[in-house]
């Protein structure tokens, strides 16, 4: 896509340091790394959201994103790693080409994801709110769920 900085990436018109590519996903450094060796897995195909990418691609991402985080256990002696994806600008998302973002972590990197963890009114609040959840969910995407994802 025209003017989207990940699909230059691709391209090769805006450099980028690569550490793995096939059909269907490109992997490399993030710019400005939470932890050194923070990557980027990326579809060579643009999608905005999470929400539309393909099963076989979608798939790809994550067993990409997840063998990097071995590597880094190993090649950086990490303790563990995060697989993050921020999808809408609410959650975070800045760079509007989906990406999962993947994070070596130490046990002394004194950094913490700021994660609260609210507690359901009742039971009863948190079943209607799955069951609400539930009534929309699809594993085949349709019409609305591209339109939802590219609002
Ligand atoms: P997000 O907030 O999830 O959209 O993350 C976008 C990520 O892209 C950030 O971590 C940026 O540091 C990273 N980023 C932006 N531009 C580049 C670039 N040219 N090369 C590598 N990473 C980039
Ligand atoms: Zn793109």
Redesign the pocket.
């Known amino acids: 896509m025209k003017n989207c ?1 990940f699909c230059k ?1 691709i391209a090769g018109e ?1 450099p ?1 340091v690569k550490l793995y590519e096939d059909e269907l996903v490109y992997a ?7 932890n050194y060796g ?1 990557t ?1 897995v990326i579809p060579k195909e643009h999608h905005t959201s999470v929400a539309t990418i393909p099963e076989n691609i979608a798939g790809r991402m994550f067993l990409v994103g997840s063998r990097l985080g071995v590597a880094m256990r190993r090649a950086l002696d990490a303790d563990g790693f995060n697989l ?3 999808d809408g600008t609410v959650a ?4 509007m080409h989906a ?1 999962l ?1 993947i994070v070596p972590r130490w046990t002394d990197d004194n950094f913490h994801w700021n994660w609260r963890q609210l507690k359901y009114e009742s039971d009863e609040q948190r079943d209607k709110m799955a069951a609400k959840i539930q009534a929309f969910f699809q594993l085949k995407k349709d019409d609305s769920e591209v339109a939802d994802a590219e609002a």
């Open positions: 900085i990436i805006i980028s490399f450094m993030d710019i400005a790394p939470i923070h980027l993050h994806l921020s975070g998302q800045v760079v990406h973002h």
